[in-house]
Each structure stands twice: as C-alpha cells, then as structure tokens.
C-alpha cells in the first residue's frame, strides 16, 4: 500500500479545496481511509474517516459540516472536500489507511501518505 495525497495548496479564508488520496500500489477498496492533519510542534490531528463501504463517516467536531469524505465508484481513490475553510485548518493534511476498520485514532492506521500542505490566509 503506497497512498499518495493531492489537492493541497494556498486559498483564502471561505475557499474550498477537494483533497485526493489514492493507493499507488493498488486500490483502497479493502481499506478503511481516515484523513489527519497536523501542524508542526503538535500532535496529528483526527479530521474524519470513512469505511470500507463508504456508507459510514466520522468527523472531527471542528469540521463536521464543512468537510466531506468520500470514495468513488472505483474504490480506488478516497476524497476529502473541504468547505468553508478558515486559517485553523492550516496544516499538513494525512491520508491513512487500516487493515482493521475506521477509527479516529492515529494508531489504529498502518499506512500513511506522505501528507500535502493546505493554507488557508486569512
């Protein structure tokens, strides 16, 4: 499993940004997916996760109607939209995929992407 992220970049505070994490190595059809965010000198962040059949979500409270996770119909690619966006979701922005199932917890994911900066100025 290697995940790649996209979609990170500059915006200006209310902007929307879609992120994209997808499995170099494969698909991430067997994968639960959560995305995390982490800011340096603090610790990586839960923002949401998605199981393996897509219907089932969790967020983070700082974004739970402003941020969206999703898969496409191919399985292959997980998605993170992004609404709304305020200069406290600055940060670089992980996905991470399970062998297990989704969890809000850093620790229970086994692959990691190598993350892709979001800034929002204000």
């Known amino acids: 499993v290697l995940l790649v992220e996209s979609g990170g970049g500059l915006v200006q505070d209310g902007a929307s940004l879609t992120l994209s994490c997808r499995n170099s190595?494969?698909?991430?059809?067997?994968?639960?997916v959560g995305w995390f965010r982490q800011v340096s000198g603090k610790e990586r962040e839960f923002v949401a996760t998605i199981n393996r059949s897509g219907v089932l979500t969790e967020y983070a409270y700082s974004v739970k109607g402003r941020f969206t996770i999703s898969r496409d119909s191919t399985k292959k690619v997980v998605f993170l939209q992004m609404n709304s966006l305020k200069p406290e979701d600055t940060a670089v922005y992980y996905c991470?995929?399970?062998?297990?199932?989704?969890?809000?917890?850093?620790?229970?994911?086994?692959?990691w992407g190598q993350g892709t900066q979001v800034t929002v100025g204000s």
């Open positions: 190595g494969g698909s991430l059809r067997s994968y639960p």
């Open positions: 991470a995929a399970a062998t297990d199932f989704a969890s809000r917890v850093a620790h229970d994911y086994q692959y």
